[in-house]
């Protein structure tokens, strides 16, 4: 249920159940979290790239499917979601949600849980959740508010309104939007670009992001200094200051 391609340093993770628009079952959630982390300790990877079959990214949870049913709701978000959602945050690698295309209820969640957001024009997301008089989940609450505020996130999760690209942009839900017949092709000179970048330092940058999301300001100043100590202890580090004074690009891929 989850393809794997790996090309140029880029691992490509393809959610394949293109008939349900890629709806979630157990075995598609725990497939893509073990995907994430066999990448996070590939050496060959230094960019990770979610997407999605056909014509959907991810439409949530398979409401006909019934793994999961045995537990309660929040044994199966602990079991699935919540595991899956804390391996993107924490993979050492930046992680890429390629938004194909709709993206709805734990789907949308996991659209904005990447560390770059790319979509395709005719991508779009919607928090279906309160049309079946759930809750967002999977890191929904805490993601939306951050990005839009509290009360665009209310009424987009009370609503369940569908955000197209041009307004995913202005609301600052992806980095970038790209026609669809380019869509693949642009997610993987994007993601290329980001391999060529210093993969220490990089996974430093997002282990402060995360800190810094939930931290004070003092707590920050902290972290930056301590973890400044291991990007500048880095071979990166003197390959980036040697690379200026020499006036050349620098090479952060040489190993
Ligand atoms: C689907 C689904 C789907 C099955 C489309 N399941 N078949 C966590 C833990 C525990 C419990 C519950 O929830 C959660 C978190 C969640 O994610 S809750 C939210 C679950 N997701 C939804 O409620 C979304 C339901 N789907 C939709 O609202 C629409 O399908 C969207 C807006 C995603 C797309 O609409 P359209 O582009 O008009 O496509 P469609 O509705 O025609 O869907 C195409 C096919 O995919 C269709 O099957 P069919 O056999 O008729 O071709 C749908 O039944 C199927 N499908 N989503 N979640």
Redesign the pocket.
Known sequence: VVLTDTRAGVRTLTLNRE???N??NDALLLGLTEALQAADADPEVRVVVITGAG??FC???????VS?RDMT?TE??QH??NPLVRTIRGLGKPVITAVNG?A????A?LALAGDVRLWARSA?L?Q??S??A?VP??GSTWFLPRLVGYHKAFELMALAD?VGADDALRLGLCEAAYPDETFREDVQAYAERLAARPANALRLTKQALNAAMTSSLDEALDKEAELQQLAGDHWEHLEGVTAFKEKRAPDFMRR
């Open positions: 008939s349900r628009l709806a979630a014509r959907g439409a949530g949870q398979d409401l006909g499917d999961g709701f199966h978000l699935t979601y709709v709805a209820g734990a789907g969640s779009m919607t279906v959740f049309n079946i759930l989940d999977s569908k």
